[in-house]
């Protein structure tokens, strides 16, 4: 509207041109974002359901060693990991044994199946008791053993298994 004069009638076609302008631009962003909306709660919804589906497979009867392995395939599947381990740390000597393997070549699992808690990546990752990611190519200045890089995997993730705030085990992905 044009604004023609400055009493309350142009106030009031000011006011609705600024409105006017405030919709179209919230009209023009909308389908972007819905999209960015629709994309973060399917990505919340996948989240949910990776986690429903490794609850149900903790809750079947079943050894301990084949429950770590269903979810180990699970999450390998998931993430489009090409291999996939677990290790169980020993509280006495602080060493890590690997238990559960899947995809990994026996050279390298002979190579990892028991280690000192700070003597390769996993380990130190361990020991600092959180969630990690390494990207195996990029290069670094730590002195820990890289067998997985050196059996060819390009990266690892390591995840922490506690319980009761007490570390037990880890979680690896290749």
Excluded: W
């Amino acid at each position: 509207m044009p604004v023609e004069t400055r009493d309350e009638f142009g106030a009031l076609a000011l006011g609705f041109n600024q409105m006017a302008d405030h919709l179209e631009g919230l009209y023009n962003t909308l389908e972007p974002r819905v999209e960015t909306k629709t994309y973060s709660l399917e990505e919340k919804n996948q989240e949910l359901g990776l986690l429903y589906e490794i609850t149900a497979l903790l809750n079947e009867p079943a050894a301990v060693e084949e429950l770590c392995r269903r979810v180990m395939r699970r999450l390998m599947t998931q993430f489009s990991a090409q291999g996939g381990a677990v290790r169980l740390v020993d509280q006495g000597t602080q060493k890590i044994h690997m238990v559960v393997t899947e995809g990994l070549s026996e050279g390298f699992v002979q190579k990892e199946s028991c280690l000192n808690m700070g003597e390769c990546l996993c380990g130190g990752a361990a020991s600092l008791k959180a969630p990690a990611f390494f990207d195996l190519m990029q290069p670094t200045e730590l002195k820990l053993m890289y067998n997985c890089r050196d059996d060819g995997y390009r990266a690892v993730s390591v995840f922490t298994i506690k319980k009761k705030k007490r570390l037990i085990g880890i979680f690896n992905l290749y």
